[in-house]
C-alpha cells in the first residue's frame, strides 16, 4: 500500500516538473521570435512608405516643368520641389534644393536602390548636383525636367541620370521615418552648420534655387528615355534661355532674357 502511494506522489510531481518546464519553454521560444517579427513589421511599413511616395508622385505624371517653381505648388515643378512636395506629402520634410537634398538621410551605392531612395546626377559634368530622381524600382525614376516634359517615368540603366550619376540616399527607414531620427531637412541645416555653410539659398527672384533646365546628351546617346534637344517651339514658350553661372545653392542656371 504504502509503496503505491509513494508511485502516485512521485508521478504527480514528475508531471508537476514537465508542466513547469514546457511553460519555460514556451516562453523563451516566444521571446527569442519577437525581434524578428518587429524587424519583419518595421521592413513592410518602410516599403508602404515608399509605395505611398510612388503613388503620390504619379499622380502628377504630365505636370509642366518650370525652373524655381515654388515650394508646395504643384501645377508646376522643378526636380527638387517636385521630390520635396511629393514626400512631404507622406510625412517627411527634405530641404529645397537638389543639393542640399543630397546631404541627408543614408548614403546608398547604385546596385543597392530601393523604391522611394533619391537619386542625384550632375547633368552639366562640373561637379556640382543639379539633377535629384525617385527611384521606384524596376529600374525606373520618377522625376521631372526641362520645359516640354515635366514629370515622367524614366529607364535608369544607361540614361543620362546613370551616366551622371553622383550618390542615391535613402530617406525613407525601416520604420517608415525620415532616416536618421529627424526630419530630413533639420539633418540638412545640421551637416551644412558643421561645414560653415550656410543652409539657405535663394535666387535673384528670392526663392530657393532648384536645378536648372537640364543638359542632356543627344537621343543618340540616351535612347533609354528618349531624351531630345528642345524644339524651336519649347524654346519660344519657355521665353527664356539660361545661361551657365555660379548660384548660391550650386545649381548652376540662371534666367537671362
Excluded at 68 to 89: I, M, N
Excluded at 227 to 248: C, D, F, G, L
Aim: hydrophobic share 30%; net charge negative.
Amino acid at each position: 500500500m504504502n509503496n503505491n502511494t509513494n508511485l502516485i506522489r512521485k508521478s504527480r510531481i514528475g508531471k508537476t516538473f514537465m508542466g513547469i518546464g514546457l511553460c519555460l519553454s514556451v516562453v523563451f521560444s516566444g521571446s527569442m521570435l519577437l525581434p524578428a517579427h518587429s524587424v519583419h513589421a518595421a521592413s513592410v511599413q518602410g516599403s508602404s512608405v515608399a509605395d505611398q511616395v510612388t503613388a503620390t508622385g504619379k499622380q502628377f505624371l504630365g505636370v509642366r516643368y518650370q525652373f524655381g517653381a515654388p515650394s508646395g505648388r504643384t501645377d508646376e515643378f522643378d526636380c527638387s520641389s517636385f521630390t520635396q512636395y511629393v514626400f512631404k506629402q507622406n510625412g517627411i520634410d527634405l530641404p529645397r534644393s537638389s543639393r542640399e537634398q543630397s546631404q541627408v538621410g543614408t548614403p546608398v551605392s547604385k546596385d543597392q536602390l530601393q523604391p522611394g531612395d533619391l537619386v542625384f546626377s550632375d547633368t552639366n559634368h562640373d561637379g556640382v548636383i543639379n539633377h535629384v530622381s525617385i527611384y521606384i524600382g524596376n529600374g525606373q525614376l520618377l522625376n521631372t525636367y526641362r520645359v516640354g516634359i515635366g514629370v515622367t517615368v524614366s529607364d535608369f540603366a544607361g540614361s543620362t541620370w546613370d551616366k551622371t550619376f553622383v550618390t542615391a540616399r535613402r530617406v525613407i527607414s525601416d520604420n517608415g521615418q525620415a532616416s536618421g531620427g529627424q526630419t530630413a531637412s533639420s539633418q540638412a541645416s545640421n551637416e551644412h552648420s558643421n561645414n560653415g555653410q550656410n543652409a539657405s539659398s535663394q535666387d535673384s527672384n528670392g526663392q530657393d534655387s532648384a536645378d536648372a533646365s537640364v543638359t542632356v546628351p543627344s537621343a543618340s546617346d540616351d535612347q533609354s528615355d528618349s531624351v531630345q534637344k528642345p524644339t524651336n517651339e519649347q524654346k519660344h514658350a519657355s521665353q527664356h534661355h539660361w545661361r551657365k553661372s555660379e548660384s548660391a545653392d550650386g545649381d548652376h542656371q540662371k534666367r537671362e532674357q
